[in-house]
């Protein structure tokens, strides 16, 4: 195995880790309630830039890439996740599409924060699209927690509870 394999498998496994850590805290997080249809779900909706890597009960690992000059179709995702970033992430437009509101946010990276690789959770999302406005793709893997064991943790629909005092 080469020292460029070895280290990407080494940082996906050390992401990996990391988001077991913070599952628990990405799940209290949790702003969006998923009320709507499988079909908006971000692998059913958008599979060509949301490729399922691995998945079973507890969890999914996506690659997500997004081209230069894409606009997503709408999607949403509805499990609480952990992000990766393994690149330079790129400005985008995220039209976010909440019941009858409609947002658009603008998001701008330093270029200085993303020339490491990062970890970010999410809860869940409302459907949303992003166009990319940079001049290189959007990449990074998103680790997502359908279902976690343990002690005061209780789920409904993939959406978490918050535990009893």
Not at 139 to 147: D, G, S
């Amino acid at each position: 195995m080469n020292i460029r394999k070895s280290t990407f498998v080494l940082g996906l496994a050390a992401a990996v880790v990391f988001g077991c850590a913070v599952g628990a805290w990405a799940q209290s997080q949790a702003k969006v309630i998923w009320h709507w249809p499988d079909s908006i779900e971000a692998v059913h909706a958008a599979p060509q830039i949301h490729k399922v890597l691995f998945e079973n009960d507890h969890i999914r690992l996506l690659e997500v890439t997004v081209p230069v000059g894409t606009t997503e179709p709408p999607h949403g995702h509805k499990y609480p996740s952990v992000f990766a970033y393994d690149a330079v992430q790129p400005k985008l437009s995220d039209h976010v599409m909440e019941d009858d509101t409609h947002r658009t946010i603008d998001r701008r990276y330093e270029d200085a924060d993303w020339y490491t690789p990062q970890c970010r959770t999410m809860g869940p999302q409302a459907p949303h699209q992003v166009t990319i406005l940079d001049p290189f793709p959007q990449h990074f893997y998103r680790l997502e927690f359908k279902k976690m064991d343990g002690k005061a943790i209780e789920f409904h629909e993939g959406v978490s509870v918050a535990p009893l005092a």
